[in-house]
């Protein structure tokens, strides 16, 4: 099934548009979110039991990425689109030793202040070690963008899986993250499959968690 995804992916993202919601929605449905929220520069799978994203989908654009507007100012906030049982707020993450951890990345959308702004709903966010966050998936992030710059434009899917308990109001702190990369002109894609850790993370390369689709789906129980 993944391998049909993947050979849906170049269908399903087009940045600031709906068209592809249908594509979106057959595989958000296999991850069965309870909610999805559709942003103006990426989708959402969001779980109310966790209280996070499942996953998230987004293209990004060569020629966008670089436009590097200033962060300052952009705050992290619920997201009141989400019912009132499934929203997670900042403070459920003050103090846990967990970074409020990005599935659609700020720089990936750099080129507008107001899909910045959603980049910080906390439905965009899920619990993330922050060696893992501001180290290993940083240098994953960057790669993303980097091959978008290199082959006009990649499309990406973020998700989550697993648990390894819990942070305040019952938000579930995932036990892994994951990252497929799909170059539409190539017809290829790079997967990547991280644990939700501070281990090893400091110095970790990126090429020691390429990985598959189908180890992937093996191990989040697609």
Not at 15 to 28: E, G, K, V
Not at 77 to 84: H, S
Not at 157 to 173: L, P
Not at 200 to 217: C, L, V
Request: a positive charge; aromatic letters at 12%; one cysteine or more.
């Amino acid at each position: 099934m993944l391998r049909k995804l993947i050979l849906l992916i170049p269908f399903l993202l087009l940045a600031f548009s709906s068209s592809f919601t249908p594509h979106l929605n057959q595989y958000f449905k296999d991850l069965k979110c309870d909610v999805t929220l559709h942003k103006k520069a990426f989708d959402i799978c969001y779980s109310c039991k966790y209280k996070h994203p499942l996953a998230v989908a987004y293209m990004l654009q060569g020629d966008l990425v670089k436009k590097k507007l200033k962060r300052k100012g952009l705050r992290f906030r619920p997201d009141y689109n989400l019912p009132i049982k499934c929203r997670a707020y900042t403070k459920d993450y003050s103090k846990t030793g967990f970074d409020r951890g990005h599935l659609a990345p700020n720089a990936a959308f750099d080129y507008s202040k107001s899909v910045q702004k959603q980049t910080f709903l906390l439905s965009n966010i899920a619990p993330q070690k922050p060696q893992l966050n501001r180290k290993l998936w940083n240098k994953i992030e960057r790669l993303s963008r980097f091959l978008a710059v290199k082959y006009k434009k990649v499309e990406v899917i973020t998700g989550t899986c697993g648990s390894i308990g819990k942070i305040k109001n019952n938000v579930n702190i995932p036990r892994w993250w994951y990252k497929i990369i799909y170059i539409p002109s190539l017809k290829k894609s790079v997967a990547f499959l991280a644990p939700n850790t501070n281990s090893k993370m400091s110095k970790a390369k990126i090429k020691q968690f390429k990985t598959t689709i189908n180890t992937i789906k093996q191990t989040c129980g697609f």
